[in-house]
């Protein structure tokens, strides 16, 4: 894959936070990131998912989500001071920080990682995957094609208010046509 697809792709989720108004980036921490970080970080999760079993397109449908939530960016907060953190935009007082045993900052935390790392929430991702169970790992397992699998994780792990399913599904197909 080229640069230029990369930044295109990067630009595209970048512009999607904004007139999407789904989440976005506030002014809480250093959350300043370029196009090629951006673009290495949805590189980055897509083969963490693949390394963990899932076939390409279930990979994509995740990566999908989180550029629609993030752009796949760790210190990312939701728009207009919202509850939303992180890559998967995690609640605070509930999955971010507050959760038993279920919780992002508790994870790190646990594990000697920030919080604001892409390594730690991706592993934290997986965790509640595949080990709080509940959040769709076997919906997503099931998916044959890269539109069901980004409607298995939107709908059993993102709980997300105004999905926008159809700019979650093209980015999902655009990671997939870019990182298989």
Known sequence: MNG????????????S?????CSGVADES???????ELSSAEKTAFHFFKNKGLTSAQAAGIVGNLVQESSVNPNAKE??????????????GGRWDS??????????????????????QLDFVWYE????????LGALKGSSNVTEATVAFEKDFEGCGTCDQSKRIAYAKQVLKAFE
Do not use: C
Not at 17 to 21: E, I, K, P
Not at 99 to 120: E, I, Q, T
């Open 99 to 120: 959760d038993h045993d279920d919780n992002m900052v508790w994870y790190a935390s646990k594990h000697g990682l920030s919080r604001w790392s892409l390594d730690a």
């Open 4 to 15: 230029m697809k990369l930044i295109a792709l990067a630009t595209l989720a970048s512009l």
């Open 30 to 36: 250093d959350t300043s990131s370029s196009e090629a």
């Open 129 to 136: 995957l595949a080990g709080v169970g509940g959040y769709g």
């Open 79 to 92: 728009f207009g001071g919202g509850p939303g953190r992180g890559i998967a935009q995690w609640s605070t």
């Open 17 to 21: 936070l904004v007139l999407a108004g």
